[in-house]
């Protein structure tokens, strides 16, 4: 459990580290939430609120939560007050059962011990509406190939121990468990399918539903061609 503001001094660099780098990112979200419709959405751990401050103009009931006040006094600042942002544990929410069409977790699952990704990532699945979607974008295994070994294998590990050696050693944990795809595997019970890929396949898009009858693979289908349209433009990584 995080005692402290682990991100107390992140929190003034963090958007200008990260913010162009993970954009594609967001906006890939961003295409599979309004695709799947949602109206109500959480963002759990998010930070300083760059994916909820994209989605602000979307007709969307929007809620962040994040345990790091500094975080979240970053995102307060740049976000309208329609977005609501709540300090709290993202391992115990105080939210009731099915609450969110759309639950967002971000590049959050690596950075915590295996206990807390099982318990926020069981939050997740509790908070979303039996039709709802979740999508978690996080680590994947490294694909070969020298670029994907480049990132994956120095650049990402450098960034990571950069952020602590705690933070490094959970993160290293991830990486030996099969990262992303190896957790959704343990950890996942519905039905779960790769939205996008980015950073030479260093980082993984899923959205995952609850129901095993969900009919992804045609919405899929949409999503794919918007993706490889904007691929052509050279939007994502
Ligand atoms: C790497 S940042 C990712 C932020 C954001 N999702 C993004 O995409 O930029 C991880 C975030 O998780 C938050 N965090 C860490 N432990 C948490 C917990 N137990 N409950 C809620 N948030 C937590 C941190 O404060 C930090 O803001």
Known sequence: MQTRDDYQRTASYYDFL????????????????????????????????????MLGNENMLLTG??????MLAKARSKSPATIHYLETDACNLPF??????????????????????QLIFKEACRIVKHDGHIIVADYAAVPEGYNS?????????FIERLAGL??????????????????????????????SQHAKGCIHIYAISKSKDDPLGADLKKIEAHFSEQNSKGVTT
């Open 18 to 53: 990260l913010s162009r780098g993970l954009r594609s990112i967001r906006t890939n979200i961003r295409t599979c939430l309004r695709h799947y419709d949602v109206t109500n959405v959480i963002d759990i751990c998010c930070g300083t609120g760059e994916q909820l401050h």
């Open 65 to 70: 939560i994040d345990l790091s006040e500094a």
């Open 96 to 117: 009731p059962d099915s609450e969110y069409d759309g639950v967002i977790i971000t590049l959050a699952l690596h950075e915590k011990t295996a206990t807390q990704q």
């Open 149 to 157: 070994t480049l990132i994956g294998k120095v650049f990402i590990p």
């Open 166 to 195: 705690d933070h490094y050693h959970n993160y290293k944990d991830w990486m030996a468990q099969g990262a992303l795809q190896g957790f959704l595997e343990n950890n996942c019970t519905g039905t779960i399918s790769l939205i």
